[in-house]
């Protein structure tokens, strides 16, 4: 099958690499390095003339094309009618983060992982979204399963960039899809696709995936007795500051919210208490790399356990 670029310049298709609701992934015979995604027939119906606008504009990005820790539109490419149908881009390889934020995965998907080499794939997630956010592009949708970590290295890729919500030379394009229990209170019970995410509630969605990589999948709003998460989100109930460690998740929780420094556990407090009703509350991308970057540095000290699960409360 063929597929052609602007110059009407052909592309072979190769194999199918995967089938999602929106559209088919296939190899390109002449790239190995790149793929190309192909979107279903229905979808074209309906969107074909603004994703074709919103994929033209993230292309035109330099940086961000460039960027092989991204799979960014490197090309727009049309069928023999010279009709839109999708775009190429860099092929990424890896495990998905939902796999290191679960209790049991990590250990056969990642297996000898420390907690060194865990900060190492949160440093590469901060410094992605920060180039992002320099473009003005909000990921919107912090999903686990888009960003894979190659488990040989600290490498992370970000994938299904085109749900990105993008505002260039002004024109704005929502990112139409998200979670609940990773959208902050000001953005609660409203159709994704009504809403202009900003660098602060960019900010809450990254704090959650950050405690969530830390805690083994544990989300930050889990309290026994309580309500959901998202009723606890936006009502800031923070079971880990709680006097009454009965809220906290039975199991190893509370053992592994001791281990976390205490700088790091106050831009957690700050973030999921005030932070969830105060936007301007929440730490920028840049205090996490810092205190992060210290984690690391104290790390690598033997100041803290390299264990990713302890067996025991820190200081006992």
Not at 204 to 216: D, T
């Amino acid at each position: 099958m063929q597929v052609f670029d602007k110059q009407n310049a052909p592309m072979e298709l190769g194999q199918s690499l995967g089938r999602g609701g929106e559209a088919e992934v296939f190899l390109l015979k002449t790239r190995d390095d790149v793929v190309f995604k192909y979107y279903h027939s229905e979808v074209l119906k309906k969107r074909a003339n603004q994703l074709e606008k919103k994929l033209d504009l993230m292309h035109r990005i330099d940086t961000l094309r460039q960027d092989k820790q991204l799979a960014w539109p490197l090309l727009l490419a049309y069928n023999e009618n010279q009709k839109w149908i999708g775009y190429a881009m860099y092929r990424a390889k890896g495990v998905t983060m939902a796999k290191l934020a679960h209790a049991i995965a990590y250990e056969e998907h990642f297996p000898g992982i420390n907690r060194n080499r865990l900060l190492g794939y949160l440093l590469n997630f901060l410094s992605e979204v920060e180039k992002l956010h320099q473009q003005n592009i909000m990921v919107g949708d912090f999903n686990l399963n888009n960003v894979l970590l190659d488990p040989k290295t600290d490498k992370v890729t970000f994938v299904d960039c085109d749900s990105y919500q993008i505002e260039i030379n002004g024109q704005f394009f929502p990112c139409e899809v998200g979670s609940a229990d990773l959208t902050p209170k000001e953005h609660e019970n409203t159709p994704f696709k009504d809403i202009k995410r900003t660098l602060e509630s960019e900010y809450f969605s990254v704090a959650i995936i950050l405690f969530k990589c830390l805690m083994l999948g544990r989300h930050p709003y889990d309290i026994v007795g309580g309500a959901d998460p998202v009723q606890n989100l936006c009502n800031g109930k923070f079971p880990y500051i709680s006097k009454n460690k009965n809220d906290i998740p039975k199991g190893c929780w509370h053992v592994m919210w001791t281990h976390i420094p205490d700088y790091l556990q106050q831009l957690f407090i700050r973030v999921f208490t005030v932070g969830a009703s105060d936007p301007k509350k929440r730490p920028t991308i840049s205090e996490w790399k810092v205190a992060f970057n210290l984690y690391l540095k104290e790390l690598n000290k033997g100041m803290h356990t390299n264990a990713i699960r302890p067996a025991l409360p820190k200081n006992i």
